[in-house]
């Protein structure tokens, strides 16, 4: 199993940031590798801007904490397990930080290990978008 967490600063309230983060069926507003998404039940249905379906169960939601975990169904990509964690924590009264963290496994070392990459990839790249967008200009 590979492991992989990213974690970013905002200068904004955690409630702000858990508006947008917590919202399970409206990742596409925030994170460029997805064309779209909406919830059916606890199911997170996708297409990423390739055109490719995924899906993913959303296992736990805990809005009091401002954190959900989610796992991977479906989809293009490679994976025989994949596990993840979004939280917001508030670091002050005007500052929160994200961890986004997964564990993933695949058929082989060197598929899991690359696939590590594109899901450490895809985080960054999602934060920073995320970022921009909650962050007054």
Same mark, same amino acid.
């Given at each position: 199993? =590979? ?7 905002? $200068?904004? $309230? ?13 990742? =596409?507003? /925030? ?5 779209s ?13 390739d055109?490719? $379906? =995924? ?7 805990i ?36 961890? /986004? ?7 082989? =070392?060197e598929?899991?290990a690359g ?20 962050i $007054?200009?």
């Amino acid at each position: 199993m =590979a492991n992989v967490t990213v974690k970013v600063g905002f $200068p904004v $309230p955690a409630d702000t940031v858990w508006s947008w983060v917590g919202n399970t069926g409206n990742v =596409a507003s /925030w994170i460029p590798a997805i064309g779209s998404s909406r919830m059916e039940d606890d199911v997170r249905h996708l297409v990423f801007t390739d055109g490719e $379906p =995924a899906r993913e169960r959303i296992i736990e939601h805990i809005d009091a904490e401002r954190t959900y975990s989610y796992q991977y169904l479906d989809g293009p990509l490679p994976l025989q397990h994949y596990q993840s964690t979004i939280q917001v924590l508030e670091a002050t009264d005007n500052s929160c930080l994200i961890r /986004w963290s997964a564990e993933c496994g695949a058929e082989s =070392a060197e598929v899991e290990a690359g696939l590590a990459s594109a899901i450490r990839g895809i985080y960054t790249e999602a934060l920073d978008e995320l970022k921009a967008k909650v962050i $007054p200009m």
